[in-house]
């Protein structure tokens, strides 16, 4: 079974379920495809708005959910990161340069390892030497995926993985797509157990 795994790092529901939905997919046996894609491009089309531009009173609800979700899942998350929002391409680019070279389940660890840096640790992410620490603890080398992202061609897949969301009917994050199934939110994570036999 494959898995489509469509996130952002700047997402707080992406780094909640990011842990959960590893888990899960390993217990399945389930092979998982993880894509970053620029949700600025994907908003537009389908609806959706960047935070600041939502309403005072869902921007407001936001934060009551992510202490309910913090709290039952026991997961450490700052509401307030220093580093949010920040660009994500250098972050982007060092997974996918990752991923090209050994795999996707690198690049998901990875990612978690950025994501866990900005929402618990509250790290600034737009730091080189921050991003080249969290490669360290994980046994990558940071300086050296941090050259590779500068590839044209890494920059050419984080725009196809984002056409391909938008194809695939994507609008938000995280999204695991199973046959073309759309489960979106870390919330409907019970949902993708399901559909992998669990």
Do not use: C
Not at 36 to 48: L, N, Y
Not at 96 to 102: C, G, K, N, V
Not at 163 to 169: C, D, F, H, L, S
């Amino acid at each position: 079974m494959l898995i489509d795994y469509y996130m952002s790092h700047n997402s707080p529901w992406a780094y909640l379920g990011s842990a959960r939905f590893a888990d899960i997919a390993a217990r399945a046996g389930a092979e998982v495809h993880v894509r970053p894609v620029d949700f600025g491009r994907i908003f537009p089309q389908s609806g959706g708005l960047p935070l600041p531009k939502r309403a005072p009173q869902r921007q407001a609800y936001r934060l009551v959910e992510l202490g309910r979700w913090r709290d039952h899942l026991g997961v450490p998350i700052t509401l307030h990161p220093k580093a949010f929002p920040s660009p994500e391409g250098l972050r982007v680019g060092m997974v996918l340069a990752l991923r090209e070279s050994e795999g996707h389940a690198a690049a998901m660890r990875l990612s978690h390892g950025f994501m866990a840096a900005l929402w618990a640790d509250d790290a600034d992410i737009n730091d080189a030497a921050v991003l080249d620490g969290v490669a360290a603890r994980l046994g990558f080398d940071g300086p050296r995926l941090r050259e590779r992202a500068q590839d044209p061609a890494i920059a050419a897949l984080f725009d196809a993985d984002t056409e391909r969301a938008m194809q695939a009917g994507v609008f938000g994050a995280p999204s695991y797509v199973v046959d073309g199934e759309i489960f979106w939110g870390q919330d409907r994570l019970d949902f993708l157990a399901r559909r992998l036999g669990l």
